[in-house]
């Protein structure tokens, strides 16, 4: 006996020595396993990157919402009096298939599953997330026990149907650990997900077994980094006016679609871009099969718009003489017949200038044979038709520019045969608003670290190859503004009250799938690309209407005008730009004033004849707006920051976006309320401000404040510099 207890006694102490010295008992490792007892980790979200537009306006974030669970193990209520877990699978099942997309029959088969396979808790899938805070409480009501929820973050989209195919959408789903992560689905939010998503962080720390913190234990807190901030150039103001006017056209006329794109005359920004049908990107309602962004994904036969650029590279190549005469009506190659649209009657022998007033299609057939073929093909190319424009979004399409026979390049020169896609005609139109500087168009205005602070990229304005002179750019101007003024024009629904236009509306036959073309009034591709104002065009807007209903006294251009006319005088006027001024305004370099005494400095610019803001009276310029050697409107207004005491202006009449320079620059936690121009402010003017100042200031529409003119303001334009 004691030879077997000492035996047993020397083998438990070597056995004791082992474990002590090696940490390592029947493979394992204690201390590892230990710590998988007693370590925990909580993982602490990112947020998704916020989508704003020019202004800093948020158009997509993270917003607060609840993950629902429901502890199914008895192992949760020891201890306690009440039950913490789900004890009645069918009441629970009854009440929640009333707040979450799930059947009674679906809640009673998952609870009783997992409750049978012995599981702690168990999730809802895609109908357990996303959760409100006012369905959480609802719930919370009935005192379900074991239904307890989670805070969690849902991707929200808190103006609606807001450029829908190009902001997109984006969706939790389910990865291979089980867990739900935000995935970006379409448009920006799919194209540039990876920037967007951010990288989790996580909470370590040591508990007992029923997840309490251990006395004494610390806590190391690695902390999340959120996703990139995308900063667009979109105008949130502007992309509303048209997202209203289409709203009103698709009611009223129901075309089968619909495209817009609304962009600054001088840079090739896009203010503003949609198209019908669209969608509600919250709830997805209305997501069609088509997921394209029709501005820059699919190509259209322009119809006779194209027609500008036949008269551009006419001018240019000295072919054009408005006063000559032609034959109108039709025009015969090789056996071929082109026609004019009133079925080729014409007008007899008119001049080339009143022909393309009444956009014949015979003109452009004798301005190609003055020109010839390779010239005006090579022309067509340079305004870069058949190739991308480099506009930062994917999957753009090309189109086709049809040159293989004589017939293709006749019609070419009005636009029928070869493609183009919308976003083409925007970056062609540039030169000929611009001086013949052709710029290419873009919406992302630079991405931002939230973390840091540090912007990652800036788009700057991108000039490419001069297609056309000025010259030739000026009359073109003058021609187009003539399609609107004249009575022979074609577009004099696009007239203005309050601005000058210029541009060139289009008809176009529709290609059928099988071959050949639609023929009808209201089986038409409608469009007009026009600019506004003439003077010094701001803005380039091009709409297009596809089959719309129509009465039988409505033309076809008369749904385009809708949209056309609405936008461009609305945004004019929220852009500050004055009717009355515009011949007298003309473009001046924006001299460098920082680091110059602030009161000289006022005083040299109203010299110029610009209106200057005061942030700040005393000492030198620290900042200013626009930034030196921009370009800017003669009579327009500047922004100067120097040091002191800062009183608040009377924002009366102000826009939005000169409200945000202010606000940005003085560093004072101005509250925005409403749309268009200021009409009240909560403190008085000559009030002194600070960055704990909060004000308030309340926008109306222009329509709402006809009574409210902005006479202290013009619009600040940044052009490009040479």
Do not use: C
């Amino acid at each position: 006996m004691f030879l077997l207890y000492g035996g047993l006694f020397f083998l438990l102490l070597g056995r004791f020595v082992y474990i002590q010295a090696t940490g390592v008992a029947e493979g394992q490792v204690l201390s590892a396993k230990a710590d998988s007892k007693y370590n925990r980790e909580q993982v602490l979200q990112a947020s998704r990157g916020k989508i704003f537009d020019r202004n800093g306006e948020v158009i997509v974030q993270d917003t607060l919402s609840y993950k629902m669970v429901a502890v199914v193990s008895s192992k949760a209520t020891e201890n306690s009096k009440a039950p913490r877990h789900v004890i009645d699978p069918e009441k629970t099942a009854q009440v929640l298939s009333q707040y979450i997309d799930m059947t009674e029959e679906e809640i009673v088969a998952l609870l009783e599953k997992n409750i049978e396979s012995g599981k702690y808790q168990v999730e809802f899938g895609k109908a357990g997330r996303d959760i409100s805070h006012k369905t959480m409480n609802e719930i919370k009501a009935h005192n379900l026990p074991g239904i307890i929820f989670t805070q969690d973050l849902k991707r929200l989209y808190p103006n609606g149907q807001f450029a829908s195919h190009l902001i997109g959408f984006a969706l939790k789903e389910e990865n291979d650990d089980g867990e739900a992560e935000t995935k970006g689905k379409m448009g920006l939010e799919y194209i540039y997900d990876k920037a967007l998503t951010g990288t989790p962080g996580k909470v370590e720390f040591k508990s007992d077994t029923k997840g309490f913190l251990l006395p004494n234990a610390e806590k190391m807190v690695t902390e999340p980094k959120n996703g990139q901030d995308i900063y667009l150039t979109i105008d949130k103001t502007i992309q509303n006016f048209l997202e209203d006017a289409l709203n009103n056209a698709e009611e009223k006329y129901n075309p089968e679609k619909m495209t817009a794109i609304v962009a600054n005359a001088k840079t090739g920004e896009i203010l503003a871009m949609s198209q019908r049908p669209t969608f509600e990107p919250n709830t997805r309602d209305g997501l069609s099969t088509n997921w394209l962004n029709e501005a820059t994904e699919q190509t259209i036969e322009p119809g006779s718009t194209m027609k500008i650029f036949t008269l551009a590279a006419a001018i240019e190549e000295g072919v054009w003489n408005p006063n000559d005469h032609f034959k109108s009506g039709s025009y015969t190659l090789f056996g071929d017949t082109i026609r004019d649209h009133n079925n080729g009657q014409g007008w007899g022998s008119i001049t080339f200038l009143e022909g393309f007033q009444r956009s014949s299609n015979v003109s452009m057939a004798y301005l190609l044979n003055r020109m010839g073929d390779e010239v005006f093909i090579d022309y067509i190319h340079r305004f870069g038709f058949g190739e991308k424009t480099g506009i930062d979004l994917p999957n753009e399409a090309t189109g086709t520019v049809l040159d293989t026979y004589p017939l293709n390049r006749v019609t070419t020169t009005y636009g029928q045969g070869t493609t183009v896609t919308p976003i083409q005609m925007i970056q062609g139109m540039t030169a000929i608003t611009n001086n013949g500087k052709m710029m290419q168009p873009y919406v992302i205005d630079k991405i931002v670290d939230p973390n840091t602070g540090k912007a990652l990229s800036n788009h700057k304005p991108t000039e490419k190859k001069s297609p056309i002179s000025a010259e030739t750019a000026e009359k073109v101007k003058e021609i187009l503004a003539s399609t609107v003024t004249s009575e022979y024009g074609t577009a004099k629904r696009f007239k203005l009250d309050e601005y000058t236009t210029a541009g060139k509306t289009g008809t176009a036959q529709i290609a059928k799938p099988g071959g050949g073309y639609y023929w009808g009034r209201e089986v038409f591709l409608y469009s007009f690309l026009g600019m506004a104002p003439v003077e010094d065009p701001q803005l380039i807007v091009y709409v297009t209407v596809h089959k719309p209903h129509l009465k039988l006294t409505e033309s076809g251009s008369q749904p385009v005008a809708e949209v056309f006319n609405t936008v461009t005088e609305k945004s004019l006027k929220y852009l500050n730009v004055q009717p009355e001024n515009l011949e007298l305004a003309s473009p001046i370099e924006m001299p460098n004033v920082v680091g110059k005494n602030i009161v000289e400095s006022q005083s040299m610019l109203e010299s110029q004849g610009l209106k200057t803001v005061i942030i700040g009276q005393e000492e030198n310029v620290t900042e200013q707006y626009p930034s030196a050697g921009t370009s800017i409107i003669s009579s327009g207004t500047v922004f100067i920051k120097g040091q002191g005491e800062i009183q608040l202006p009377n924002f009366t009449g102000w826009s939005k976006r000169n409200l945000m320079i202010y606000k940005t620059l003085a560093n004072i936690p101005i509250e925005i309320n409403g749309e268009g121009f200021v009409t009240e402010q909560s403190l008085t003017a000559g009030s002194i401000v600070s960055s704990e100042t909060p004000v308030v200031v309340q926008l109306a529409t222009p329509e709402e404040v006809t009574d409210v003119a902005p006479p202290e303001e013009e619009l600040v334009e940044e052009l490009p510099q040479d």
